[in-house]
């Protein structure tokens, strides 16, 4: 198994352009998340998915949109990008049961975002 | 939700053990912990999790203090490798538990 794969790895973009970050899990896993780290700063979630067709806000949404149409992929959807979102973007996925027990988050390796 | 408070930092000699803690003094009985660490320049990794009774893997242990409010991820014998930021986090087993959230975590230093 691959795992949780993230591309592109590196991405700049210039103020106000548009990106699609890529995330895709091969674990058949039902939860998604994406998280973003600031340099020297801790994670924060952006959104989360808990099935295809149900996404819902993380701590820090604004400024993007993802979409689950699929169990295997969840991208990220940048449309007006700013310095702001200048950050690394992590994916990850893990499996909720109906126990409704959180089993361990999966990771991707990230996508370094520089908007300039 | 409930809170978590880490030592911002700690430092460890090489090969000695290493108690890192971490406070939920608001955790629920439903809620189990779990820790992670981030190696620099990666993503985080899952280290280890339980919900009331200490618990033991090839990577670590976890001790959970009887009344909850606290746990320890303890590395028996620390390497370089294990030079992180380890974090812990209750996952929540109430409407928002689906949400899992990253505090600032521990920076292990490890020193040779």
């Known amino acids: 198994n691959a795992g949780v794969t993230q591309t592109p790895k590196f991405r700049i973009l210039k103020i106000g352009q548009s990106m699609t970050l890529q995330c895709t899990q091969d674990m058949n896993h039902n939860y998604m998340y994406w998280y973003r780290q600031d340099p020297g700063m801790g994670l924060k979630l952006i959104y989360y998915s808990v099935g295809a067709g149900i996404t819902d806000k993380g701590e820090v949404p604004n400024g993007y949109n993802v979409s689950r149409s699929t169990t295997e992929d969840f991208p990220l959807r940048l449309e007006l990008a700013a310095p702001s979102q200048t950050s690394v973007y992590f994916c990850a996925s893990s499996y909720s049961g109906r126990d409704r027990v959180v089993k361990p988050l999966h990771f991707g390796n990230g996508t370094r975002l520089t908007v300039t | 939700d409930a809170k978590t408070t880490q030592p911002n930092s700690m430092e460890s000699n090489e090969e000695e053990p290493v108690h890192l803690p971490c406070n939920h003094s608001t955790i629920s009985g439903t809620d189990y912990i779990h820790w992670y660490r981030q190696l620099p320049s990666q993503g985080p990794e899952y280290v280890i999790h339980?919900?009331?009774s200490n618990v033991n893997n090839r990577m670590a242990s976890l001790a959970i203090a009887e009344d909850r409010k606290s746990s320890t991820l303890i590395l028996h014998r620390a390497t370089l490798r294990d030079a992180a930021v380890y974090y812990c986090?209750?996952?929540?087993?109430?409407?928002?538990?689906?949400?899992?959230?990253f505090g600032p975590g521990t920076s292990l230093s490890v020193i040779p």
């Open positions: 986090i209750p996952t929540w087993m109430k409407t928002s538990y689906d949400k899992v959230i």
């Open positions: 339980g919900l009331t």
